[in-house]
């Protein structure tokens, strides 16, 4: 008899414990399935280059979208989806050429590049123009190439004291909270494979 009150006993404590970690478990779900008010938010905006903070240094994509001479630089970014990328902490170097650098590509280029299903291509030769890092025009003098974001090297080089990444002219510099812009007086096209 006691045998038995004692089976009955440690299967109801069995019991009791598959049932709680039932509504645990359903619990946690339910936590996962309803994201909270700022997760919504986020979503919503598509993701963090949507976030307005004005009291840090402007990022990348912010101050590129402040820039009237990057117009074409930013239409191609968003066409190729990668603000978010240009928000990431960092540090990043972005060599971002001018509208007029854009405009000396050949006729129907840019407009070709934007279309939807060029998509990948204009991806390519925009992640050709991010390095990781936080270099300066000066301290990008010491360096003979340079990896980007597209798994491709990029030559520097310093002619007459300038400095020249891919044949590009570094024109200005800005810096940014995520790293620096390099201001750039020509598309820099990747190598073809």
């Given at each position: 008899?006691?045998?038995?009150?004692?089976?009955?006993?440690?299967?109801?404590?069995?019991?009791?414990i598959i049932l709680g970690s039932c509504?645990?478990?359903?619990?946690?779900?339910?936590?996962?399935?309803?994201?909270?008010?700022?997760?919504?938010?986020?979503?919503s905006n598509k993701g963090q280059a949507?976030?307005?903070?004005?009291?840090?240094?402007?990022?990348?994509?912010?101050?590129?979208?402040?820039?009237?001479?990057?117009?074409?630089?930013?239409a191609a970014v968003q066409a190729a989806?990668?603000?978010?990328?240009?928000?990431?902490?960092?540090?990043?170097?972005?060599?971002?050429?001018?509208?007029?650098?854009?405009?000396?590509?050949?006729?129907?280029?840019?407009?070709?590049?934007?279309?939807?299903?060029?998509?990948?291509?204009?991806?390519?030769?925009?992640?050709?123009?991010?390095?990781?890092?936080?270099?300066?025009?000066?301290?990008?003098?010491?360096?003979?190439?340079?990896?980007?974001?597209?798994?491709?090297?990029?030559?520097?080089?310093?002619?007459?004291?300038?400095?020249?990444?891919?044949?590009?002219?570094?024109?200005?510099?800005?810096?940014?909270?995520?790293?620096?812009?390099?201001?750039?007086?020509?598309?820099?096209?990747?190598?073809?494979?």
């Open positions: 008899m006691k045998s038995t009150l004692k089976l009955s006993m440690l299967g109801l404590f069995a019991l009791s509504k645990n478990e359903s619990q946690e779900k339910k936590e996962v399935t309803n994201p909270t008010q700022d997760e919504a938010v986020l979503e949507f976030i307005e903070d004005e009291a840090s240094t402007p990022n990348i994509l912010q101050i590129a979208l402040k820039s009237s001479d990057h117009s074409t630089l930013v989806e990668l603000e978010n990328a240009l928000v990431n902490a960092g540090p990043l170097m972005v060599f971002a050429p001018t509208n007029a650098a854009f405009d000396a590509l050949p006729p129907g280029t840019v407009e070709d590049l934007l279309k939807p299903e060029n998509k990948d291509a204009l991806a390519n030769i925009l992640k050709y123009h991010v390095t990781p890092g936080n270099y300066s025009k000066d301290f990008l003098k010491n360096f003979k190439k340079l990896g980007q974001a597209n798994n491709q090297n990029v030559a520097v080089e310093v002619k007459d004291n300038e400095v020249y990444v891919g044949g590009a002219k570094i024109v200005a510099s800005v810096s940014a909270g995520n790293g620096i812009v390099h201001v750039v007086d020509k598309v820099i096209l990747p190598p073809t494979q």
